[in-house]
């Protein structure tokens, strides 16, 4: 049983910056990926960024250029660094890591709370 804490969102300008974190409350043997999804109002969630086991990443074409996702391997700790915010990334971000907690067991889906991020001036 894992569970995934997130911290970081609120309110910023245009322009501006946000990092969230999302840390779980217990070590996961082995991770599949790390991720970050995000919920606009009115729309479906999506996919925004995306780390493997191995350290390679992916983004959504929206973002690209402005977030960074990054990991913590020891803390089992997803990070997202957001730069040059607008008011269309305004969401509810929530992470996701898919994982098991060891030999033997099956690989399972991991989800945060949610976090809100507002961009507007």
């Known amino acids: 049983q894992v569970q995934l804490v997130e911290s970081g969102g609120g309110l910023v300008q245009p322009g501006g910056s946000l990092r969230l974190s999302c840390a779980a409350s217990?070590?996961?043997?082995?991770?599949?990926?790390m991720d970050w999804y995000r919920q606009a109002p009115g729309k479906q969630r999506e996919l925004v960024a995306t780390?493997?086991?191995?350290?390679?990443?992916n983004y959504a074409d929206s973002v690209k250029g402005r977030f960074t996702i990054s990991r913590d391997p020891a803390r089992n700790t997803v990070f997202l660094q957001m730069n040059t915010l607008n008011p269309e990334d305004t969401a509810v971000y929530y992470c996701?890591?898919?994982?098991?907690?060891?030999?033997?067991?099956?690989?399972?889906?991991?989800w945060g709370q949610g976090t809100q991020v507002t961009v507007s001036s």
């Open positions: 996701h890591i898919r994982g098991r907690l060891g030999v033997g067991y099956s690989y399972d889906d991991y």
């Open positions: 780390i493997t086991s191995g350290g390679g990443t």
């Open positions: 217990r070590s996961i043997f082995s991770i599949n990926s």
